[in-house]
């Protein structure tokens, strides 16, 4: 491939990409509402539990039909509805008369989050050439953690900069900026080839339905569905979506300075998975990864057991530590793994059910973690989240494939030999 293809293909990959920017800012940026919202509006642990949760029924719809939609219109289309989606909610939250307008619009962001969680990673695996689909890919994961990041720095340079009582507007609604810079960029990318080439064989799903009944499709989608599940229970989005909570818990000063740190040492990490995802390979880095999230879990335990009496600086390393080595493992590996799984004829529809499945476990994991929290103390929620990590290492040691290197092709052969 010559440079200027690699470089066209590299400029595809990031615009589709940037479906990710938009899907961290929305997921992070409610971390630094949460509080305002929960006071302006009087609202209990139910309630806030339901403002973080809502946009996450959303993302379930979206997700439930993200498959059929990119099947049916094509990834380009698809990226394009996400990408309105995103810019009704920003300005639509911003603008919120009341606490059920502000639900509605977190609910189509939340749409728009489930699409693009589907069809970005899809587009980018199946325009990326085999030897460096990971890193590809995990450009997207990339995209999110800067998602993460510019959220945590919206958050706490307005609530520094303004005086305005109810600052969770501006915070909410700065998302409508790299929405609209998606929204356009997205007119300058081509159709998926392997897309087109599908569609010009069969000219509707019902061919996709049937074939994930084939046994070794049907096996690679329950093992997808269950690493997408099973993900969500070690903490990772209790940790994005409830930073600022935990921190003031644990004892710190200023709880929105230490979640920018979380979004700096998030978004710095990915950057080194990317880069040698295609060298270490999915299945190393989970390995390690995994089991470095297990031991700093016990210790943020610990740290929050009543007669330990440990420093801040202790429960900041280990959650630093944390989020590094959740960065560089599940987080980097499962989006690109869920794209390249599934074969070509079904991708769409197998990464909807996947996708499905992750959100399902965000949202619980989202109603579940103030409960928690609040009765399982925050020492009980982290030694929770450490045991999850156990059956996810489980599953991907014995079930899962390594996709390292190996074209789409010759992973969808993998899966009809089983």
Known sequence: MSEKVNGRVLFIALVAALGGILFGY?????????EIVKVQFGLGTGGEGWYVGCALIGSILGVLIAGMLSDFLGRKKTMLISAILFSV?????????DFTQLVIFRIIGGFGIGIVSVVSPVYISEISPAPVRGTMVSLYQLFITIGFLLAYLANFLILKGTSMAEYWRPMLGAEAIPDILFLILIFFIPESPRWLQVRGQR??????????????ILKAVLIGSAIAILGQFMGVNAVLYYGPKIFADAGFQDPLFSTVLVGVVNMLTTVIALLIIDKVGRKQLVWWGVGGMIFCLLMIGIYFLPATNLPTWFMLTFFLLYVFCTAISISAVVFVLLSEMYPNRVRGLAMSIAGFALWIGTYLIGQLTPWMLENLTPAGTFFLFAFMCIPYLV?????????TGKSLEEIENYWKSK
Do not use: F, H
């Open 26 to 34: 929305d997921t992070a940026v409610i971390s630094g509402t949460t």
């Open 89 to 97: 909610s920003a300005i639509g939250c911003a603008v919120s008369a």
């Open 203 to 216: 000219q509707d799903n019902s061919e996709a339905w049937a074939a994930l009944r084939e046994p070794g």
């Open 395 to 403: 599953i991907m040691y014995k079930c899962v494939p390594d996709t």
